[in-house]
């Protein structure tokens, strides 16, 4: 199972996008964490946005208060509601957000069926909880639950993997020679790539490009490759290296059929369509380029991007770390081309999620909930003796259709039933 843990600061973003996917029937919330259920189990973006304001609003110095997880199994794994539930009870727990405010929401819109967790990590007293160590911290955590729940492990050698540092070529040490060899002998063996242009992207994080030379000999056409260091600019700073210094492994026959070999492995790799919604949520969750790229790189993921003379955006590639494979955007996704973003970061044409054209009817009334109420609400600790419960706290709430009024999105009722602690 593959976790993805997300920082950042945009509620309203993380929500809308779990909330599309229910919207279009391509998803459930399955559990809500100390969060007052509605009436007729209908929910709106407002008032999960609502729900958390006493705690973004408590906030004493905490720069990113939101946490967006996923936890993704192997498509091969068949995993029931009660089980994602009881997965996403136990993960937030033991990462220290058991009694914070969350929402479960299952995702059914590609072939694994994965949750997606929205929390904050700043408690009702504005403190920020710990998160020292969270990815660490996570990968036991899902270690463990590939065991309890009969899950797809992890193979030894990919936690072999995983384990594996390459340092970026430093030309102000020198020997740059042994430098560019001790990455591109084993880049091969780690990372999948498929093409030329994904494992320059990939070279790139380590200052290094490949080119490719051609040539004739004896009336025939050679193909070659040499490597060059790179400064922190990109710049070239070393004469060229033959590909034939390092090894049969840094050679374009070789790496030819590494490209294919990576394309069959990476049709089927379950990493693809986790990378594809880490992707998306950080479009819609980040306002420029500069804040895109720290999101993911914040959750092990590297983005390249190739411009032209002009400035234009020709190549977007994300080199995801924890599972050592490099994609192009529009392998990802059509939508996720250089394109997409060329339009977005240089002509401030964003994508916007597209939201389902309902009629508009009247929301439910605790959309309109003072803060102040919701945050006593929040912090009560609902003894027996409390008479407040969460059918009084909604029982004037108005019609049956629960919407939210400024997306004209009239919900779906849930198909499956919700657990709430």
């Not at 591109?184 to 790539?193: C, E, G, M, Q, T």
Request: hydrophobic share 30%; net charge neutral; with cysteine.
């Amino acid at each position: 199972m593959i976790a993805k843990i997300g920082k950042g600061s945009n509620m309203y973003g993380a929500i809308l996008y779990n909330q599309q996917k229910v919207d279009n029937e391509n998803g459930a919330v399955l559990l809500l964490n100390k969060i007052p259920d509605t009436v007729d189990g209908r929910y709106s973006l407002a008032y999960f946005n609502k729900c958390f304001e006493p705690y973004l609003s408590a906030n004493i110095k905490t720069e990113k208060t939101v946490r967006h997880i996923s936890l993704n199994p192997d498509p091969a794994d068949k995993v029931s509601d009660e089980q994602f539930t009881a997965m996403a009870q136990e993960y937030m727990e033991r990462m220290g957000y058991g009694n914070q405010p969350y929402i479960v929401f299952k995702h059914t819109d590609i072939d694994r069926t994965h949750i997606h967790i929205v929390s904050t990590c700043v408690g009702i007293d504005g403190k920020k909880i710990p998160d020292d160590y969270d990815h660490k911290r996570s990968m036991a955590i899902c270690r463990d639950l590939e065991t309890k729940y009969n899950l797809q492990k992890a193979t030894q050698q990919e936690q072999k993997q995983a384990n594996k540092v390459l340092k970026p070529v430093d030309c102000h040490k020198g020997d740059i020679k042994s430098q560019i060899a001790s990455v591109v002998r084993h880049l091969p063996k780690y990372y999948s790539f498929s093409t030329m242009g994904s494992y320059n992207a990939l070279l790139s994080l380590f200052n290094i490009t490949a080119e490719e030379v051609k040539g004739e000999r004896n009336g025939e056409t050679v193909n070659g490759l040499v490597y060059v260091a790179l400064d922190e600019n990109g710049n070239k700073v070393s004469n060229p290296f033959k590909a034939s210094l390092f090894g049969k492994d840094a050679g374009v026959a070789q790496l030819q059929k590494h490209f294919e070999q990576s394309k069959e492995k990476m049709k089927a790799n379950p990493a693809r369509s986790v990378l594809k919604n880490t992707v998306e949520l950080a479009i819609h969750t980040t306002s420029n380029e500069t804040d895109f790229k720290k999101q993911l790189t914040e959750q092990g993921i590297n983005t390249v991007v190739r411009r032209n003379s002009e400035g234009r955006i020709y190549g977007m590639t994300f080199i995801d770390h924890e599972v050592r494979t490099v994609w192009n955007g529009s392998q990802l996704d059509r939508n996720l081309s250089a394109n997409m973003f060329n339009d977005w970061w240089n002509n401030d044409n964003k994508p916007e999620l597209k939201i389902q054209d309902n009629p508009v009817s009247k929301a439910n009334e605790i959309d309109n909930l003072p803060t102040k109420d919701l945050f006593e609400f929040l912090s009560q600790e609902h003894s027996p003796n409390t008479d407040l419960g969460l059918f009084s706290l909604l029982s004037d709430a108005q019609g049956e259709d629960y919407e939210e009024e400024q997306f004209a999105n009239r919900m779906k009722k849930k198909k499956h039933p919700k657990h709430r602690r």
